[in-house]
Each structure stands twice: as C-alpha cells, then as structure tokens.
DNA sequence: GTGGTCTAGACCACG
DNA sequence: GTGGTCTAGACCACC
C-alpha cells in the first residue's frame, strides 16, 4: 500500500492517511472483504507512528469503510451508500474553487477553457496513444 | 478588508490571512502604494489577535509582499515579477490533481468534460446574461 | 547549546539567536542531520520565552537552515550554498564600514595597517605560542 | 547635512543620526561653532519627524557634543577631550570581532589578511592614482 | 515528550 | 496613533 504522506502539510497526517485509503476504497482499487496491512506493517511503510495508523483505522471503521475482526485485523467493509456521489461533488467544489481563483486573477473564460484542455491533454494522453 | 477567517479549518488562522492577501494584491484588488488596515484594526476586523496579524505581516514583508514603515503602518509592495504565474501553476496543478481523482473513480474524459463545463456555466452565467 | 543573550541590546533577542544559530551551522559547528535542542529546553537554557525560540526556529526553517519534525523536534539541514560565501562578503562589508570611519577620523593607510595587525597579533597570538 | 537614515535597520533612527553627528563632529567635519541646521529643516531633509531630532540635539547636548543658545538654535560644541580615541577604540572592537568571526568560519591567518589588504586597496585606491 | 498555533496583555520606539 | 518585541500561558496534534 502506498501513500504519499507529506509530514509538513497543514493537514495532519493521520487524515491525510485516511483520505487517501477512503479514496482507494471508493475507487475499487481496495475491494470489500480485503485484508488491510496490520498497524505495525503499515506504519513502518509509511513511516509513521503506530498510534497515527491506529486512530486511521479506528476513524475508518467508525465510518462503515472497515471492519475489524478483533485480534485478526481490519478488512475493507462495504462502503456507505452515495458517499462516492458525496466524493464528487466535493471534487466538484474544489474545481469551482480554483476557476473562481483563476477569473479573479483576470483569466477569461476562453484563457480557463485552454488550461483545462492543456491538463486533460496531459493526463489522457497516455490512453490514445495506446489506442 | 473584508477576509473569510475559518477557525475549524485545518489551515491555520495566519495561513489562511495570509494568503487571501497574498491573492488581493496579485489580482490587482490591492494596488502597489496602498495602505494596508492597522495590525489592531484587522485584528479586531477579523476577531483574531493583534498578535497573529503581525505574523501574518512578517510573512508578508519577507515575502516581499509588503513594506513597513514602523510607526507609521503597512504598504503594498510591488509583488516579484512571476510570482502571479507561479500563483497560476499552482492553481494548475491543483486542477491536475483533481482531474487525476476523478479519473481514478472511473469517470471518463467526456464524464469529466461535461462536469467542468456545467461549473464553469455557473461561474459565467452572469456575464453571459448581461452582454 | 550555549549562546549569549543581550536583552539591553538594540537587536532583538531572536534575532540575536538566530544569527548565532546560523553561524554554528555555516561554521559547521553544527553538522547536517543533527538535532537542535527542543523549542521549551532552549527556552529555558537561554532565558527567553519558548514563543520566542519558536519565533527563531521558524525563521531558520523558512530560510532553509533546519527542518522540522513535528512531535519530535528539528534538525540541521544543508545550508544554501553560497550561503558561507555571502556571509564572507557581510563580513567584508563591514571591515570596508570600519576602515573608512578610521580614514574618515585622519588615520593613515600606514596607522589603519598598524592597528589591524596588532588585532591580528591578538587574534592568533595563541596559535603562534604552540607551533 | 546628507545622512543616510534606514527605516528598517533595528538601530533606532534617533541613534542612527546621533552617532551621524557625533562622527562628523570627531572627524571635523563640522567646526567648533558651526551652527547646526534648524530642528524643521533637518526633520524634512532626513525625512523624518521633528520630533527624532529634538530628540537627538538633546542627547547631543546632555553628551557635551552640541550647545544649544534658547531661541536660536545648536551649534558644535568641543566634543568631550579623547573621546576620539574612545572611537577608535570601539572600531577596534567592532573590527576583532569580524576577524574572530572569519576565523571562525574556517579562514586562515593569511587568508584575513588578504581579504583586509584587497579592501584596503579599493578605499585607498583613489588616492594612490592622484598622487 | 515534541512542534504549532493562538490568546492576552504588556512595554518600547517612533510619528 | 503605529509597528515590533516579548512574556505567560493555554490547547492541539503527533510521537
């Protein structure tokens, strides 16, 4: 499991942590009834206090992403209904953030438009020259 | 000044000061010359204390941001050249990052085409209206 | 640690330690990856408030002199390069600051020479003594 | 009288000006009797507040630098007998302690002197071309 | 224990 | 009045 845990973000680490697995569960990159790594595996991947993995996964589980078979481990639980619709429009706002920053900053709806297109060139281009 | 101050955000007080000044002077709402609100005055304005305002002061003036005249107050300086493109590349790669996050939850290029366009609608809809 | 703490002096206090610190380090008195004294342990060692070493050690980071881990405390990190150099080039500045007073107050090249030397003298007298 | 005043130096103005005279009074630049510009003239022409100057003819006066004559105004007192050599003396001070801080820094012996010999050249080059 | 932030309140120098 | 500094003391997140 890897995840990039920036130790001097305003964010602490262990929500920075549990983003970032909520992510990997509402992508399907982590599917219902697999087995995370044990506190102590994943912290020592990561890099980080065993106290901080622990409340991860306690956060985690108080919010229906995992369950946890005491004295075994933690496995990925079902996760809530609509909470990747939730996940989106939180996507949503934060885009609608950054255009309201970029108009401010006097950028025209066309100058907007081109930089969207640049960046989704960049990040889709891998897939049509596959094609 | 009129500054949105969040106290529950993990961003702290000062950060968050700082940087919705940081944006008025690159967007030109604050003009090279201009006075800035009193540390005592903000600090009341904004209900946080005087104390946190002067560090937010501090970062400014080493940033280049401002210039103080001691006993006197705080100006606007002239921001470094670039700093605003700097500013725009952020705002770039945050807009990457957010594209990379829908695409891993199996959104499609149209998909995520579609979404930016119906925000970047709701952003222009008045201008649109007036002309 | 121990630095000298003038607090009847025009220079504030933590601009005092911040200097010393950053000699240490440019001196190499303190090597790369060593960890400095805790924020309230300094406090207390030097007399002075821990929001003012907080203040220093805040400063030293955002100029690149030491990072910090939070929850366990902050390291010496690799000073700018050139930095040793342009702190050389401080140092000459004020030599220049100083011979051009003694000009100013009719003092020969030959007298500036003279005294100069006898600081010399004083300087490495003791380096002398033992080869 | 051009003096150079820095506003963000962490030496008060006051004082900033007052060793200003002083220097020029031992460097004989101004005469035993000279009358002193006026406390208004001198504020606008240093760009500063009436009040810093008051302020500074009185620290000269009460140091036996400047006499005043009520209604009238200052003129140049004779400074205080050896008060030059108390000068040079502190510039002594001021000049081991910049060697002692390049000795410091790893510089050798004949390294100093050659850094000392090259400032010299640059301040007393001019006069070596005249003659 | 550590750093990080914030509040409250004080004093100084300067305008 | 202004900025600049400092103290005292508190709380939080993290180790």
Redesign the pocket.
């Known amino acids: 499991m890897k995840i990039k ?1 920036d ?2 973000s ?7 942590i549990v983003v970032a697995i909520k992510d990997m569960i509402l992508a399907n990159e982590l599917i219902e009834g697999e087995a995370l790594p044990s506190v102590r595996k994943l912290a020592i991947n990561l ?3 065993p ?2 993995i622990a ?1 991860v996964f306690f956060i985690l589980q108080s919010e229906g992403y995992v369950d946890s078979k005491p004295g075994i481990g933690y496995y990925v639980a079902k996760p809530p209904p609509s909470s990747i619709e939730k996940r989106l429009m939180d996507l949503d706002d934060a885009m609608r953030r950054i255009i309201l920053k970029m108009k401010r900053f006097a950028l025209s709806e066309e100058e907007i438009n081109k930089r969207f297109s640049a960046i989704m060139e960049g990040v889709f281009e891998n897939e049509r020259n596959r094609s």
């Open positions: 845990v130790h001097h305003d964010i602490p680490v262990y929500k920075q890099g980080v206090n106290n901080t409340k």
